[in-house]
């Protein structure tokens, strides 16, 4: 926008370029790091399902009905080239029903939390959700504070549990960017 409002001048056009060369730097000083559920190490219960509106064309369900301590996990490792500064975990799932909406979710090792997929409500189509802190007991799914994770350089590993049965994830993001909201 900036090089519009000079242009017609040279100079001041480059000048122009040396911002947006900034502003770039700026942005990027935000990492994504992105992959598909499926790319992990996927041990039954938990399954990989075709689905064309998945991205990638599969995600990951736990198909273990009895849930909470069933068998089964998936495990996803992933490289940060920052840190430690917080990080915040995204997921794209489907969360279209409260018995199947939830996994248990450690990360590097440490003791697992619900992951609720329905922080922001029911619905049958796909959604981004981030891991938050947990809902006051006895409530399902509830908007509440996303979870930082102060991730140092490297690699990281998360890994799902069993805790509802039917529940999905299909893409997940790791970003340090406060503001995003998923996508
Ligand atoms: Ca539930
Ligand atoms: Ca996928």
């Known amino acids: 926008m900036i090089a519009t409002v000079l242009c ?3 100079r001041v056009a480059f000048q122009s370029r ?3 060369a900034n502003t770039t730097i700026d942005a990027s000083a935000y990492e994504y790091v992105s992959f598909e559920a499926e790319s992990g190490q996927v041990t039954p219960k ?5 689905d064309p509106t998945a991205s990638g064309g599969e995600y990951v ?4 009905n009895a849930g909470l301590t069933g068998p089964g996990s998936l495990i996803n490792t992933f490289q940060l080239a920052v ?11 489907i969360a279209d029903d409260s018995a199947s909406d939830s ?3 450690s ?3 440490a003791a697992a939390i619900p992951f609720r997929t329905c922080v922001y409500g029911l619905s049958p189509s796909w959604q981004w959700v981030p891991v938050t802190a947990d809902c006051p007991a006895g409530v399902d799914c509830c908007p509440t504070t996303n979870l930082g994770y102060s991730f140092t350089e490297g690699s990281h ?3 799902l549990t069993s805790r509802e049965g039917g529940s999905i994830i299909d893409r997940i993001v790791v970003t340090n960017d406060p503001d995003y909201t998923g996508g």
Do not use: N, Q, S
């Not at 369900?61 to 273990?64: A, H, K, L, V």
């Not at 840190?83 to 799932?93: I, K, Q, S, T």
């Open 107 to 109: 990360v590097d090792g």
């Open 46 to 50: 938990f399954a990989v399902m075709p």
């Open 8 to 10: 017609g001048c040279g």
């Open 18 to 20: 040396a911002e947006d």
């Open 83 to 93: 840190g430690p500064v917080p990080f915040y975990l995204w997921a794209r799932v």
């Open 61 to 64: 369900i736990d198909t273990d």
């Open 157 to 159: 590993v998360l890994e």
């Open 103 to 105: 996994f248990m979710l």
